[in-house]
Protein backbone atom coordinates (compact mmCIF):
# COMPACT_ATOMS: atom_id res chain seq x y z
CA UNK A 1 0.00 0.00 0.00
CA UNK A 2 1.12 3.79 -0.47
CA UNK A 3 0.33 6.67 1.60
CA UNK A 4 0.13 9.82 1.53
CA UNK A 5 0.25 12.05 5.03
CA UNK A 6 -0.03 15.71 4.59
CA UNK A 7 0.67 18.78 7.07
CA UNK A 8 0.88 22.29 6.78
CA UNK A 9 -2.20 23.90 6.59
CA UNK A 10 -3.88 25.53 9.50
CA UNK A 11 -5.33 30.09 10.06
CA UNK A 12 -3.20 32.77 8.43
CA UNK A 13 -4.29 36.38 7.45
CA UNK A 14 -4.78 37.63 4.59
CA UNK A 15 -1.27 38.44 3.25
CA UNK A 16 0.14 35.44 5.07
CA UNK A 17 2.04 32.65 3.94
CA UNK A 18 1.72 28.99 4.50
CA UNK A 19 3.91 25.35 3.51
CA UNK A 20 2.06 22.54 2.81
CA UNK A 21 4.30 19.34 2.96
CA UNK A 22 3.03 15.70 1.42
CA UNK A 23 5.39 12.74 2.38
CA UNK A 24 4.28 9.20 0.31
CA UNK A 25 5.42 6.35 1.79
CA UNK A 26 4.73 2.93 1.42
CA UNK A 27 5.32 0.10 -1.24
CA UNK A 28 6.96 2.38 -3.65
CA UNK A 29 9.56 1.73 -6.25
CA UNK A 30 9.22 5.21 -7.99
CA UNK A 31 6.98 8.31 -7.18
CA UNK A 32 6.60 10.11 -11.26
CA UNK A 33 4.05 13.16 -10.60
CA UNK A 34 3.51 14.84 -7.84
CA UNK A 35 1.23 17.76 -6.81
CA UNK A 36 -1.50 20.08 -5.32
CA UNK A 37 -5.14 19.91 -5.64
CA UNK A 38 -8.20 22.30 -3.76
CA UNK A 39 -12.06 21.31 -3.68
CA UNK A 40 -14.12 23.46 -2.03
CA UNK A 41 -17.85 22.62 -0.96
CA UNK A 42 -20.15 21.65 -3.75
CA UNK A 43 -17.10 22.60 -6.21
CA UNK A 44 -15.05 19.78 -8.45
CA UNK A 45 -11.24 18.97 -7.54
CA UNK A 46 -9.20 21.36 -9.21
CA UNK A 47 -5.22 21.65 -9.49
CA UNK A 48 -3.18 23.95 -7.87
CA UNK A 49 0.34 23.11 -8.83
CA UNK A 50 2.26 20.06 -9.89
CA UNK A 51 6.04 18.84 -10.85
CA UNK A 52 7.18 16.05 -12.85
CA UNK A 53 10.50 13.79 -11.00
CA UNK A 54 11.97 15.60 -13.30
CA UNK A 55 11.20 19.36 -11.36
CA UNK A 56 8.81 20.69 -14.46
CA UNK A 57 6.30 22.33 -12.98
CA UNK A 58 2.78 23.51 -13.65
CA UNK A 59 0.41 25.99 -11.88
CA UNK A 60 -3.17 27.60 -11.84
CA UNK A 61 -3.36 30.71 -13.04
CA UNK A 62 -4.47 31.96 -9.41
CA UNK A 63 -1.27 30.39 -8.14
CA UNK A 64 1.17 32.15 -10.57
CA UNK A 65 3.51 34.60 -8.98
CA UNK A 66 2.02 32.93 -5.52
CA UNK A 67 2.70 29.76 -5.04
CA UNK A 68 5.89 27.91 -5.37
CA UNK A 69 5.44 23.73 -5.58
CA UNK A 70 9.13 21.89 -4.76
CA UNK A 71 9.95 18.21 -3.95
CA UNK A 72 12.60 16.36 -2.30
CA UNK A 73 12.64 12.55 -4.75
CA UNK A 74 15.07 11.42 -1.71
CA UNK A 75 12.40 11.78 1.10
CA UNK A 76 9.24 11.25 -1.65
CA UNK A 77 7.83 14.44 -0.50
CA UNK A 78 6.33 17.68 -2.04
CA UNK A 79 5.72 21.18 -0.83
CA UNK A 80 3.63 24.27 -2.08
CA UNK A 81 4.89 27.39 -0.80
CA UNK A 82 2.18 29.53 -0.73
CA UNK A 83 2.62 33.43 -0.13
CA UNK A 84 -0.01 36.35 -0.37
CA UNK A 85 -2.51 34.30 1.05
CA UNK A 86 -6.14 35.76 0.03
CA UNK A 87 -9.67 35.04 1.73
CA UNK A 88 -10.51 32.68 -1.46
CA UNK A 89 -7.91 30.35 -1.48
CA UNK A 90 -9.73 29.00 1.59
CA UNK A 91 -10.22 25.82 1.36
CA UNK A 92 -9.44 21.85 1.69
CA UNK A 93 -6.41 20.96 -0.13
CA UNK A 94 -5.16 17.42 -1.36
CA UNK A 95 -1.62 16.26 -1.86
CA UNK A 96 -1.69 13.23 -5.42
CA UNK A 97 1.11 11.59 -6.06
CA UNK A 98 1.58 9.19 -9.43
CA UNK A 99 3.19 5.99 -8.03
CA UNK A 100 4.75 3.26 -9.45
CA UNK A 101 4.29 0.48 -6.49
CA UNK A 102 7.14 -1.64 -5.76
CA UNK A 103 4.93 -4.63 -4.70
CA UNK A 104 2.58 -5.38 -7.35
CA UNK A 105 4.70 -3.35 -10.09
CA UNK A 106 1.56 -0.70 -11.29
CA UNK A 107 1.21 2.71 -11.55
CA UNK A 108 -1.81 4.44 -9.75
CA UNK A 109 -2.92 7.51 -8.72
CA UNK A 110 -2.90 8.25 -5.10
CA UNK A 111 -4.83 11.26 -2.57
CA UNK A 112 -3.95 12.46 0.69
CA UNK A 113 -6.62 13.02 3.61
CA UNK A 114 -6.83 16.73 2.68
CA UNK A 115 -5.44 19.39 4.85
CA UNK A 116 -7.55 22.77 5.44
CA UNK A 117 -6.49 26.43 4.40
CA UNK A 118 -8.37 29.42 6.26
CA UNK A 119 -7.05 32.50 5.37
CA UNK A 120 -9.28 35.05 7.76
CA UNK A 121 -8.76 38.19 9.33
Known amino acids: QVQLVESGGGLVQPGGSLRLSCAAS????????MGWYRQAPGKQRELVAS???????NYADDAKGRFTISRDNAKNTVYLQMNSLKPEDTTAYYC???????????????WGQGTQVTVSS
Open 51 to 57: ITSGGST
Open 26 to 33: GSIFSVYA
Open 96 to 110: NAVVLRSDVHVVRDY
